[in-house]
């Protein structure tokens, strides 16, 4: 046994030095032979050099062996020599059986571009397996009418190499009856017959026993033995005759179990026990008893096991007939195994690029799917397709391969994953079929901005508003996915009445709700818009903004300002009402704004305390002051008016005022206004003022009074003097007070005709301006020199006689 291993290193060794590397290359193909029970790692040849390769760019290019079905890998590929290596022990009688020609078939793959490569490996055989007969004792029964030359058939040693390695020769140990005849086989094979050279005589000899070598040829040499007992019987002189050499039938692959293959027929002219025949399978048809089944009397055939036409598409059945006395001869069946479509096409993904980017372009390659099937001819040739709804198209490569692409735009907003369903379809008849699921998930690419839900937003805030609190918030979209979907607020810098943005408003980054930074003031500031913008985190990031228009809301924060009179006092002011009024006669005016808007600053004017509280009304909207009645004389000459100013918020603010009216005709019978003042230490300036005033006051209104009596007589018609006499000082109205959006109480213009009571001493000098702006200048004060008053009474006293005209005409 060690020597028997030793020879069988040794031999290894040598065949390795001398294996034949590239036998033929052509059109992409390359072909080794190599011997078999090499050690793993060993080399077979470098396929890179051989296909003219990059050996740099085979790990980049994922060079692999590919096999078909689930057969075991042989081989393999050394990616940083290109060699082809032995990866499993190769055992070639285990491979391929007696088949004289054992060769492996593989692909070798590579990507980028996809390339192909047929490698065809053939194992040689070494002489690693020693000839072997089935049994230890071959018995013959000779009877002794046997004539010379008589043959007898031999059992043939089961070698399973092939080749020179299988068994070559017989040898036959010395004898004195019998010798050897080695003959070859219709099928290739050696077999022996002893040939009877003497005659045997059982008398003198009733056995005889014999030594048979089995020799194969190779180096060095192999041989098994076993012993031939011949039984010396009486003369059985006729040996089993078939009836045919051969039986040739074709037989469909996958038939079932105990279908009858053929029957085969020997007839021996003996009688008896002699010419009884038994068949059976010789010891080489050894392995097909697990896939057929003699029937030792009938000689019917039948299938025992499964038969596969893509395992073996023909066998060759050696069948013995021998009679009762051990007469034998043979004859050969040849089963021909047609294929039938009895193999459903696999579908292999060779490669998948998962996820997808959303912005590939169409025709893009995601994946390499590899078809295989099993059966022969059009049974094997496959169809491979898809479903029609899925963007993606199989493009046919290389043989069996097809490129799963891309057929059109992917948004992973519409639709983030597919599952695609790959059908192969055979050529068969009936056709096979077989599918495959593939699952392609698509990569988020920032293509999406972010999408306000609104196109612009409106927030009110109440003035005096609490700083850092939130008036209102904005919300934006953004499909995209993690980063590329995740929404920043932030408000885009710009200046508010010459202040940033950042000092009126501030917007929470995650929330987008915004907040007052500080209190606002709507007699400051009514309205304003701020762009708030919304920007991802994608690379890069994607934005888009919105206009948010913030409106102040109006508080009922200003009390009533009065214009006309002082309301403090400081300015002593005296009406003078004409003796002869009559009722609904227009006497003053109390003049008040509100510097808020709307309903707050709708003001209403009341008396609440008067010197003669029937005497005298005011307008609650108009803060006109009228005589309720004719005046009398029993009327008390001095009266104290205060008048309340109250604006229509909730709640409701107010401010007072005092009026102080003399009803006479002339200034010398007035007594002193200063007796009518709360403030008894009026500065003596205002008191010479006064008089000085009066004293202008009262020529220009003899003057007007002329003029008017001169009208009056013309038309023949008496009119009072004093109807409607009313002057409001243009010193008590405020600089440059404006009405703000007609919400306040100088709504429209107010025009007065112009008269001075006679014999004013002490009261105020009025000037009459007419005012038909909404802004009110604050050059208009007491300090105007005497000639200016005498222009401004004079054009208004004109004004007047050009209305009374009117009215008379």
């Not at 279908?259 to 085969?264: A, E, N």
Request: aromatic letters at 8%.
């Amino acid at each position: 046994m060690n020597n028997n291993w030793m020879l069988l290193v040794s031999f290894s060794l040598r065949a390795f030095l001398f294996a034949s590397i590239v036998l033929h290359t052509a059109n992409g193909d390359v072909s080794y032979s190599f011997p078999e029970e090499m050690k793993r790692g060993s080399v077979i040849g470098n396929i890179a050099k051989d296909l003219g390769l990059d050996v740099n760019r085979l790990s980049y290019r994922k060079a692999r062996i590919d096999i078909e079905g689930n057969r075991k890998r042989y081989c393999d590929i050394n990616l940083n020599t290109g060699e082809l290596i032995v990866a499993e022990r190769i055992d070639r009688e285990s491979l391929c059986g007696k088949k004289a020609l054992c060769v492996i078939k593989q692909e070798l793959i590579l990507e980028n571009p996809l390339e192909s490569h047929r490698i065809n490996v053939n194992v040689q055989d070494v002489n690693d397996n020693t000839p072997i007969f089935k049994k230890d004792i071959i018995k013959f029964e000779i009877r002794e009418s046997a004539v010379k030359g008589a043959r007898f058939l031999l059992e043939e040693a089961h070698d399973a190499d092939i080749g020179t390695n299988s068994v070559q020769t017989y040898n036959l140990g010395q004898n004195k009856y019998f010798e050897l005849a080695v003959a070859a086989k219709t099928i290739g094979k050696l077999y022996g017959e002893l040939v009877l050279y003497k005659e045997l005589d059982r008398e003198q000899q009733q056995e005889v026993t014999l030594i048979l070598t089995a020799v194969d040829g190779g180096t060095p040499p192999r041989s098994g033995t076993v012993a031939i007992h011949v039984t010396v019987l009486d003369a059985n002189d006729n040996a089993p005759v078939f009836s045919q050499a051969v039986y040739k039938v074709s037989l469909p692959e996958n038939s079932p179990l105990d279908t009858v293959v053929v029957t085969v027929s020997a007839t021996d002219a003996d009688e008896g026990q002699n010419g009884e025949v038994m068949y059976e399978l010789s010891h080489a048809m050894e392995g097909f008893k697990q896939l057929f089944y003699l029937d030792r009397k009938t000689g019917v055939i039948s299938i025992k096991g499964p038969i596969d036409f893509e395992e073996e598409t023909t066998f060759n059945l050696r069948i013995i007939a021998k009679d009762g006395s051990g007469q034998t001869s043979y004859s050969n069946v040849v089963i021909n195994v047609s294929d039938i479509n009895d193999n459903d096409p696999i579908i292999i993904v060779k490669s998948l690029n998962s996820p997808i980017p959303e912005n590939v372009l169409p025709g893009t390659e995601v994946g390499i799917i590899n078809v295989q099937d099993r059966d022969s001819e059009n049974n094997g040739q496959v169809r491979c397709s898809i479903q029609q709804n899925v963007p993606f198209k199989l493009v046919p490569s290389i043989k069996n391969y097809f490129s799963l692409v891309t057929t059109g735009e992917l948004d992973r907003e519409l639709l983030s994953d597919y599952n695609i369903t790959i059908t192969a379809t055979d050529e068969g008849s009936p056709p096979l079929s077989s599918t495959k699921n593939i699952h392609l998930t698509v990569a988020d690419v920032n293509d999406n901005p972010p999408v306000f839900q609104e196109q612009s937003y409106r927030a009110h805030v109440q003035e005096n508003n609490k700083p850092g609190s939130s008036i209102c918030s904005v919300s934006a979209t953004d499909p995209d996915w993690r980063q590329n979907g995740t929404v920043v607020y932030s408000l885009l810098s710009s200046d508010l009445s010459g202040a940033p943005v950042s000092s009126f408003l501030s917007i929470n980054g995650d929330t987008g709700v915004i907040h007052a930074v500080r209190s606002f003031d709507y007699e400051q500031l009514k309205s304003f818009k701020v762009l708030v913008l919304a920007r991802d985190n994608g690379s890069p990031p994607l934005s888009s903004n919105v206009t948010v228009s913030v409106f102040i809301t109006d508080e009922n924060d200003n009390s009533p300002q009065i214009l006309y009179p002082s309301p403090e006092g400081n300015s002593f002011m005296t009406e003078m009402v004409p003796k002869a009024a009559q009722a609904r006669s227009l006497v003053s005016k109390v003049i008040a704004v509100d510097a808020d808007s709307g309903q707050n600053a709708w003001l209403s004017y009341h008396i609440i305390k008067a010197t003669d509280p029937g005497l005298f009304t005011i307008g609650v909207h108009s803060g006109e002051i009228r005589t309720q009645r004719d005046i009398s004389e029993s009327d008390n000459m001095k009266q104290n008016l205060i008048v309340s100013v109250r604006d229509n918020g909730q709640p409701s603010l107010s401010a007072t005022c005092a009026l102080y009216l003399l009803i006479s005709d002339n200034l010398a019978e007035v007594p002193e206004l200063k007796d009518m003042s709360r403030d008894e230490s009026s500065s003596k300036l205002t008191f010479y003022l006064i008089i000085a005033l009066v004293s202008v006051s009262t020529f220009f209104l003899t003057f007007i009074i002329i003029i008017l009596a001169v009208r009056f007589c013309r038309r023949r018609k008496p009119r009072l003097l004093f109807d409607g006499a009313v002057a409001i000082p243009s010193a008590y109205l405020p600089p440059n007070y404006a009405d703000v959006e007609g919400a306040g109480t100088l709504r429209s213009t107010y025009n007065y005709d112009a008269y001075l009571t006679t014999g004013s001493r002490t009261s105020d000098f009025k000037f009459v301006r007419s005012y038909n702006e909404d802004t009110l200048t604050a050059d208009l004060t007491l300090k105007k020199s005497a000639v200016d008053d005498l222009e401004v009474l004079d054009a208004e006293a004109m004004r007047d006689i050009t209305s009374e005209n009117k009215v008379l005409n």
